[in-house]
């Protein structure tokens, strides 16, 4: 089997402030793709190619780069971290999977999916093989707990996502609910790999909840900047047809904010258009010129920042640096909406 790929950090689509940090931690995150060839290794020869397969096409290593930032901010990356940064990206990769069933997907990064490959049913229980490897790797820690959050993390992804389809094209949802939807479905693994990131260390518990809160928000912040993608973002790039989440009826931002604020009357123009699949182009644009697309990249900048202003519990080092360098990326990818 190849060796699994480090993200390309000089794609012109990768944000300055991402290559400087995933520098910093360039060699545990050579340590973590080897780890994490190797769990697929562990399983029966007869689907290992299959979860190597699911590994390679996970994007930037998000979750792995927080894990070993924040164990880096906190006293230094141990094995432990490694294995947990290992932990979370099996769980994120296992999440795509069951993603990409659910939505239909095709391509992930260019690359066919395990459910078009395969088909839904194989994928579902490649899916699920991955959940159950990674919450066994979570029992080797000798801290209980750890595999406790790991697990109670995973629950929170899985329930974001039963919530979201559910909740496919209900006129109803509320902002509060959306933002519930995102901090469980993205935002969880992203606040775990923070927390456990510290807790490995025996950080005080005032620093772990920062990073778990700091995890939370950009997180957050980082969905809310995928549904502005989806609204305003250049096709060429993005890697999908603009509007593909409003024609599968997921309610993003950007779309409640216009619904909450519009008259009477244009709420229920863009209810109905919503309902029956039509005037997309048309409501988009209207999140524009309403100023509902200006709120939400407002809304995330400002998560973006309560994010940083939290790391000032930690002491001034290049892994603090790093930690506020990913919410600097994600701010600069929000800019370019404004």
């Known amino acids: ?33 080897e780890r994490i060839r190797a769990q697929a290794r562990a399983f029966d020869p007869a689907v290992e190619s299959y979860v190597a397969y699911a590994c390679e096409s996970t994007g930037k290593r998000l979750r792995p780069a927080l894990t ?15 294995d947990l940064a290992v932990i979370m990206e099996l769980i994120h990769a296992a999440t795509l999977v069951h993603d990409d069933i659910i939505d239909g997907a095709d391509l992930r990064r260019s690359q066919p999916t395990a459910n078009a490959k395969w088909g839904s049913a194989l994928s579902v229980l490649l899916g699920d093989c991955m959940f159950a490897h990674a919450l066994k790797l979570s029992t080797h820690f000798e801290d209980s707990e750890m595999a406790r959050k790991i697990a109670n993390a995973t629950a929170e992804v899985c329930s974001g996502e039963i919530m979201q389809t559910q909740r496919r094209f209900d006129l109803e949802l509320t902002i509060p609910e959306y933002f519930r939807i995102i901090e469980m479905k993205t935002a969880a693994l992203f606040a775990t790999s923070t927390e456990l990131g510290a807790r490995l260390n025996g950080s005080p518990e005032p620093t772990i909840t920062a990073l778990q809160a700091y995890g939370l928000k950009l997180g957050a912040a980082y969905q809310i900047y995928d549904d502005c993608l989806d609204i305003a973002g250049d096709e060429s790039k993005a890697g999908k047809t603009l509007g ?12 409640l904010l216009l619904l909450d604020h519009a008259t ?59 930690l506020e360098d990913l919410c600097r990326s994600v701010d600069r990818l929000l800019k370019q909406f404004a």
């Open 68 to 82: 070993l930032l924040s164990a880096g901010a906190t006293g230094g990356i141990q094995q432990g971290h490694i």
């Open 244 to 255: 593909s989440d409003l024609r599968k009826g997921k309610l993003t931002l950007p779309v």
């Open 264 to 322: 009477e009357a244009g709420r229920a123009r863009w209810k109905q258009a919503i309902r029956e699949g039509n005037e997309t182009e048309a409501l988009i644009e209207e999140t524009r010129s309403t100023g509902a697309l200006s709120e939400t990249i407002s809304t995330a900048r400002r998560l973006i920042g309560e994010a940083v202003e939290g790391l000032s519990i930690l002491e001034k080092s290049p892994y603090r640096t790093g």
């Open 1 to 33: 089997m190849k060796h699994l790929p480090r993200p390309d950090l000089k794609a012109k689509n990768i944000p300055k402030e991402i290559q400087a940090a995933f520098k910093l931690i360039a060699d545990p995150l050579d340590s973590v793709e």
